[in-house]
């Protein structure tokens, strides 16, 4: 079965700092990979996905991710983040033939500082 | 185009209690349905999923019970509350063949 961790619980990043959020994922084929972003109290919202092809994967708000298979890793990054991308992240990750299931990371929470 | 609704909002029901969350999908046919709940620090756990009605599958033997009733549908029930039935619900689809969910803005169950 796949699974996927995120090894940061919380980050804080000042306000125009770049940002990365890690992810490292378990599945012995190619998987299905997924960053949603989940504000308080509110549902989650899809930032970008990788399901093959080119390895750098823009998303939306300026985010962008890179499919590293060597690592096993689906790294989330930002340049320059804004005071409205204080909210918390999930990695996903899917595989073929799972009826379309996702498994989720634990989360990374991310404050920004003024 | 496609919408998710999710209710209640926010529920807090005494241990013992049932309990029914509802989710329903407007403007598509045969989604694949999930639900999942989300604890503080925990990510999320499938509870349920459905890729057709009358079609269950559980992810977590449990307290809870899911049920799709119509295609559009999709119910996530209790007979009997636990404490640790507490938590936030999602609700979530996919097109049929397709992956990428759409998430509902979720309920937040606290059980008393």
């Known amino acids: 079965a796949q699974s996927v961790t995120q090894p940061d619980i919380h980050i804080t990043v000042s306000e125009g700092a770049s940002l990365e959020l890690r992810c490292n994922y378990s599945?012995?084929?190619?998987?299905?990979l997924f960053w949603y972003v989940q504000s308080p109290g509110q549902g989650l919202q899809l930032l970008l996905k990788y399901f093959s092809g080119d390895t750098l994967v823009q998303g939306i708000k300026g985010f962008e991710a890179e499919f590293k298979r060597s690592q096993s890793s689906f790294n989330l990054r930002k340049p320059s983040v804004h005071w409205s991308d204080a909210a918390e992240y999930f990695c996903a990750v899917g595989a073929r033939g799972t009826d379309y299931k996702l498994s989720f990371g634990a989360g990374t929470t991310v404050t920004v500082r003024a | 185009s496609q919408t998710i609704h999710q209710w209640p909002a926010t529920l807090v029901q005494p241990v013992g209690s049932p309990l029914s969350l509802e989710c329903t999908v407007e403007?598509?046919?045969?989604?694949?349905l999930y639900w999942y709940r989300q604890a503080a620090g925990r990510g999320l756990q499938l509870l349920f999923y459905s890729v057709g009605i009358g079609q269950i599958s559980s992810e977590v033997p449990q307290n809870l019970s899911a049920s799709r009733p119509q295609d559009r549908q999709f119910i996530l029930s209790s007979k009997k509350l636990l404490l640790s039935d507490s938590g936030f619900y999602l609700c979530?689809?996919?097109?049929?063949?397709?992956?990428?969910?759409?998430f509902g803005s979720g309920t937040r169950l606290t059980v008393v």
């Open positions: 599945y012995g084929a190619t998987p299905y």
């Open positions: 403007g598509t046919s045969n989604p694949n």
């Open positions: 979530a689809w996919t097109p049929p063949g397709f992956y990428g969910y759409t």
